[in-house]
Structures are given as C-alpha cells and as structure tokens.
C-alpha cells in the first residue's frame, strides 16, 4: 500500500483523466473547489503522493493515467447508537454481530461509523477485511480477516458460495402459503434504482424458506440464501406479499431519515457455516441478536 491506514481509514485513490491542468495541484484544486485549502496545505505537508509513494508538491506535472493518493477528511457524523458484538476472535478471524443501521464499510455520509472502521480503532488492528458484507439495515454475523495474508482464502469460500448462511426475518401471513418452500427468480439491480426487481428470463436467485412461527400478523421465517443477489431475501419475501416488516424500499420506497432508529428492518443473519481453508475444522458462528 502506498500510504497506510491511518486511524482505521484507507487513503483514497484518486485517478488522473484527460485534464486541462498544468499540475497535479492545479487538478486536485478543480476537482475539489471546496476543499482547495486543506488539498494545499496537504500537498505542503507532503501528504498527497504518487503512485510510487513520492509525495507530490505544488510543481509536480500533470500526467493523465496516473494515480495520487491522499487522506480525505472525513465527514462529521453522528454516533449511530447501537454497538458492536464480538462473538469471536483468533489470529485469522474477527466475528462480530453487528447491529441494526450500521454500515459494514465506509460509503457516502458514513464513514467513522461503520463497523469496520469502529473494529480497526477499537482493536488496533488496520488490516482488518471484511470477508463479506451485510447491508445498512441487516443485524448478524459479519466475519472480517485480521491479516492481509490470509484475506484471499476467506474471501473465495464466500465468492465460491461454500459458506452456509442462514437468516431469519419477521414478515407477513399468507394462510394460502405453503412451508417449506423454495423460491427462484431473475432479478436485476439497476445502477441509481433503489429498488432491484424481479424480472422475467432464466433464474438467477434461489431461496429455502421455512416458517419457524407465527406472531398474529406477522410470522418468523428461516432464510436460506442458495445464491447472494442484491436484496434477495428482501426481493423473495416481497414477491410472496410476505414482505419484511420495517422495509424502507419493498413493497413501495419510504423516505426515512437516516437517523430514524425507530423501525428497523427485521431481518438477521442468524448464522454462518464453513469449513475453516487453514485449519480443516467446521466452523459455526451464531447472532446473539434477536428480532
């Protein structure tokens, strides 16, 4: 990595286009008009470099297809009121179960409050990975690696689809529906839609549904994700006119202020299931949370 992680956040990686711009200061300073101030006075402290790890400074030309690197001062953010779980430590892995309305990664306005950057600074560990991701509004089990070295194989049991995951979501009633059942669709997730939306052609999403029990209303289901679409789970419910309660996005999109914790979304991943790549052992990892 050209510059470290500093204060559990990555440096961004800003590419070099087709400019009209005499320096790489000149650029970054039209890019960013409201931030032009700290840029200089980064490019000053040396803390803006090149894709070598030079730092750059106020003469250094513009060369399109380059790259620079800088830390970009975060956002001011609200604490998100809910903590982080550890279920589960060792050299390799890091398991939490992780709340409601907390993002896995840095995107958009959340960046400290994320539970990767919580876990670097808590723990002091600035490799820290997500070996997968859940949603803003999903609770459960997230595993993260601790090392760089061992990053790639945890990653490619989740890519490879040979880790077992189980969720649980309180939904609707249909007395007309029966359980167990398995449902499979197309769906498709367009770029700037926030719904993704079943559509007609060959399946490329498959979900076990069971009923655990029933609350009035509402009932509790066990999820079993076969493949991992956007909103799958989400998507599958809704089809069934079961949806999930507290969905901001299905069956029509509501507009809920992201500090609004009064509704969550009641789905949880329960549970993740898999054969450790290093140790050979079945490893299980459960939430504690409930719905």
């Known amino acids: 990595m050209v510059l470290p992680i500093r204060d559990g956040l990555n440096p961004t990686r800003l590419r070099l286009p087709p400019a009209d711009a005499p320096t790489v200061l000149a650029y970054l300073v039209q890019r960013f008009p409201e931030d032009a101030a700290r840029i200089r006075e980064k490019v000053e402290a040396g803390e803006v470099v090149d894709q070598s790890g030079t730092p750059i400074n106020a003469q250094t030309p513009y060369q399109t297809a380059g790259f620079v690197y800088l830390y970009r001062d975060p956002p001011v953010e609200q604490r998100i009121p809910f903590e982080v779980t550890v279920l589960h430590r060792d050299e390799n892995l890091l ?99 926030l719904q993704a939306q079943e559509v007609p052609g060959a399946p490329n999403s498959e979900t076990v549904i069971e009923l655990l029990d029933g609350r009035g209303d509402h009932a509790r289901y066990r999820l079993i994700p076969r493949t991992g679409k956007t909103h799958q789970l989400r998507v599958h419910l809704n089809s069934l006119g079961i949806g999930i309660l507290g969905d901001p996005l299905y069956p029509v999109v509501r507009d809920v202020a992201p500090d609004d914790y009064s509704n969550p979304l009641r789905l949880l991943a329960r549970s993740l299931e898999f054969t450790d790549p290093y140790s050979g052992q079945r490893r299980v990892f459960e939430s504690e949370r409930t719905l």
């Open 95 to 193: 398991v939490v179960d992780k709340p409601h309305f907390l993002p896995t990664t840095p995107r958009g306005g959340f960046v400290a409050e994320t539970a990767l950057v919580r876990l670097r600074r808590q723990f002091d560990l600035p490799e820290l990975s997500p070996a997968h991701r859940l949603d803003r509004l999903t609770a459960g089990v997230l595993l993260f690696t601790v090392r760089p070295d061992v990053r790639r194989a945890y990653q490619t049991l989740f890519a490879e689809r040979r880790v077992r995951k189980v969720y649980e979501a309180i939904g609707g009633v249909d007395p007309a529906l029966g359980f167990p059942r398995t449902v499979r669709s197309r769906i498709v997730k367009h770029r700037g839609v």
